[in-house]
């Protein structure tokens, strides 16, 4: 622990003014991370500047217009309303910034490998506007080393170039902590999760800390910021790792005629040793199927392959062949074929609950069934349009969720099993279902419906 009279005049300004709650604080990237966070930090009382190049949810956010769901509707009244808060696209308003907290996206590239571009030119934009004494702190999920060797040199030469030579822990603070949101979750929120927070320094990390501590419950200093950019991923790969686990034990079970969620019911009633998780049509969001493979890159660049992530990986994306070629074989039991049948795909979000289609697996089992020659509709009532994507060319609005809409398909396909679909209408009115959510049996029990898990 950094003892106040060891540090420089510009570290001990900061921490008062973070202590007293008179720090300004810039949250970059204004998406499902960014805001929530805004909520967090504008409630424990600080000013709070948000900024984003998307001026559409600039404009949003001046409106109180929502433009997404998962934080909170009030939350966009709440920020239009509030005097502490300012949504802007221009850079030149981080000068004013006393910490600044950079939650841009962190996609993978065409192979597969980090991409970084978010991060690095919102650092640059960073680097062209902070004030000395400023700290800046990376909540993206990214790879170990990020912050040190990408973030921090950004920081320092875009401030030589303006004449300022910074000093990391002097008049520069550095430090990462991951966001760990879980979209659709209502009994966790920002300020209930608990918190990582390391620094580049000793200094960066005391300062990391106290911003924290101000606006959520229970902060967890690691010894770097190495230690929680790779907790973060390891989060994420035990995920991804346990879910490939599971839906393997979907196929296996299912040759052997045994219902894997019967099975999974239960094992989980042993209280110690077992941890749940369920098996589904795919991978999705911005996380799972995205973080492993920062990991498995930079352990490739440290001479290590990472077996368990590739086999994950593999497993996990076959899933949407898997559940087209139950769908085939089912509508073939009723003595019909792919090419023509109509097809309705009930939820389309990556996962219950949410309006987000980012890497769902509903994209690649709708591309696989039309390219079978299947008629394809979707509802859902959380994504009024699934619109084309870099690699799906979807285009489809939601059809409503009618008796006669289901009846008039062959099949109904469940990819996401939302709160708000009417199960017992999709059981009474749907001559077939290919359920990947075990959804009807847990929200409609028996059903008229002759129903497939796959
Ligand atoms: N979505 C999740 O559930 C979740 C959970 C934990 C961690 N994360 C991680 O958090 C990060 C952000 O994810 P997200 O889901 O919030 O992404 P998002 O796409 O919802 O939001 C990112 C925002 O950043 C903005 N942006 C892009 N470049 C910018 C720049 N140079 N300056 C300012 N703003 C810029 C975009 O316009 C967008 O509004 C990613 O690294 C992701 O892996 C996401």
Redesign the pocket.
Known sequence: MTERSAMTDSAKRLMGAIESRSAVVAV????????PLVRAVHDAGFDVIG????SS?IEDLREGRAY?K?PGEDLFAILSDSEYFTPT?E?ESLARADVII??????LGEHDDPDL???E??A??VAQHMKPGALVVL????YPGTTREVVLPILLEGANARGMELELGDDLFVAYS??????GRTDKTTRTIPKLVGGLDEVSLALGSALYQSCVDEVHETPSAEVAEAA?LLENVYRAVNIALINEMKLVFDRMGIDVWEVIEAAATKPFGFQRFDPGPGLG???IP??PFYLAWRAREAGHTTRFIELAGEINRRMPEYVVSRVSDALNDDAKHMKGAKILVLGVAYKRNVD?I?ESPAAEIISLLRKRGAEVSYHDPHIARFPSMRRYDIALDSVELTGEALERCDCAVVVTDHDAIDWHLVGEHAPLIVDTRDAITKNAGAVRARVVKA
């Not at 950079?102 to 996609?107: A, D, F, K, N, R």
Request: net charge negative.
């Open positions: 970059m990237g204004l998406g499902y991370v960014g805001l900024y984003d190049v998307d949810k997404l998962h696209n850079e950079l939650c841009v996206p962190t996609p571009f978010y991060v030119s919102s640059r934009s909540e993206s999920t990214t991951p966001e760990r949101e879980d979209p973060k969001g911005h996380c995205i973080d987000d980012r």
